[in-house]
Each structure stands twice: as structure tokens, then as C-alpha cells.
């Protein structure tokens, strides 16, 4: 699709057992927490909801950026599973319902820091994931862009399938997240 920034002709990050498990670790510590799971309740695109959401758009970013060098798999996974760590559900309040796309990603770097003390650097990836619907904060590292590209992914499949389908594959949906590496 035209809107990704990512160049798949960069060389592919070499992953080593011992880093596969630590990331796997982390990414199951937070598949389970009490407060990732309040993600459930909030609802997302046409059935989906924030925390199938979230953890298919971490699924996707350690898939992508796993094809390129350098990047913080650490930055991406955090990044990736608290994007929409807003906890509130803005299409029953008119007001948020106007402000959502610009003030969810604050929020979630609120809600981020205070329930999870996250660095700067995940902050970024969490704050700029909306762009370019929030044109001021721009995914200006590489690992904000990956997230912010995956996010967008995730989004167009789940906006483009009917709640019916969702509503089939919905099983199907948790298994595919259980694991961060198939």
C-alpha cells in the first residue's frame, strides 16, 4: 500500500534464541495483565476491541521489524501493545466522539506511564501512531513509523470486515495472539 515508509529491501535483523524469549516473555506478561486486560472491554473498529486490536498490531510490528537492522524490538512490542491504552469508550460521550483521534494517543501515554512507567522512546511510538490524522506528532524514528504503519494495517482489516465475519474468526483472532512468534 502506498502509505508505508518502510523499505523491505533493508537486511533482516538476526534474532537470537535468548532475545526471541525475552521478547515472548514480556509479550505474554502483558497478554495477562489485569490491566491490559480492561483493553477488552473497549471497543474498536466494527466488534473488534482494543486489546485483539493491540496485540495484532505488536504481532505485525515485530513481523516487520524483524526485516530490518537496528531497529528496538523492545520500543516496538511496548509501543505496539499500549498504542490504545486509552480506556475509555469514546463513542458514548459526543464530546470525546470529536476529539478522539487527537486526544487518545495522550491519554494512552498517560495511562502508559502511570500503570507501566514506560521510556521516552515508547512514549514516541504511542503519541505519534495517528499520524497523519494528527499532523503535529510525526513518527520521526523507526520504530514509531513501524508501529504507525502496522496500526494502520490492522485498522483497514478490521474497518473493511463485516462484524458477522469478525464474529466467526473471533476464536481464531485470540489464538493468533496468544504467541508472539508463531
Known sequence: MAFYFINDN???MKLTDERKKEL???YQNFLHDEKILKMKEIPMHRGSNCYL??????KLSIKRALRHKEADLFVILLGAILHDYYLY???TDREMLKHHMSYHPKKAVENAI???NISPE???VIRTHMW???IRDWPNTKEARIVSNADKAICIEEASS???YKAKRYEEYYLEIEKLFD
Not at 53 to 58: E, I, L
Open 10 to 12: 533493508i537486511s533482516t
Open 24 to 26: 515472548e516473555d514480556i
Open 53 to 58: 486490536h493491540s496485540f495484532r498490531v505488536a
Open 89 to 91: 469508550d469514546w463513542r
Open 114 to 116: 502511570k500503570d507501566f
Open 122 to 124: 515508547v512514549q514516541k
Open 132 to 134: 497523519p490524522g494528527n
Open 162 to 164: 463485516s462484524k458477522a
